[in-house]
């Protein structure tokens, strides 16, 4: 079993900054990609920014220059720095993991989410 336990969402005025962080834990072998999706009311889930076992990274085109994607693989923890924020920012933040429990083929698992509301 593994669990995805997220933490540092809130509520900041716009221009601020947050720190998420999402820890991985349980039967794990090793994690391949990890990542931040983000749903607003209303609205589809969407990526907001992943990154690689290797530190490669990618970010949505909405987030880009403010938001810092970041990895620490002994820890099997993801964080989001998110710097300038804005009001459309508002939305439930997901950590997202590919896990092996074993050699063979990774899974997805998702944490339970975090609040994040930027006011204006």
């Known amino acids: 079993q593994v669990q995805l336990v997220e933490s540092g969402g809130g509520l900041v005025q716009a221009g601020g900054s947050l720190r998420l962080s999402c820890a991985a834990s349980?039967?794990?072998?090793?994690?391949?990609?990890m990542g931040w999706y983000r749903q607003a009311p209303g609205k589809q889930r969407e990526l907001v920014a992943t990154?690689?076992?290797?530190?490669?990274?990618h970010y949505a085109e909405s987030v880009m220059g403010r938001f810092t994607i970041s990895r620490d693989n002994a820890k099997n923890t993801v964080y989001l720095q998110m710097n300038s924020l804005k009001p459309e920012d508002t939305a439930v933040y997901y950590c997202?993991?590919?896990?092996?429990?074993?050699?063979?083929?990774?899974?997805?698992?998702w944490g339970q989410g975090t609040q994040v509301t930027v006011s204006s």
């Open positions: 997202n993991a590919n896990v092996y429990t074993g050699t063979l083929h990774g899974s997805d698992y």
């Open positions: 349980g039967s794990i072998f090793r994690i391949g990609a």
């Open positions: 990154v690689t076992s290797g530190g490669s990274t």
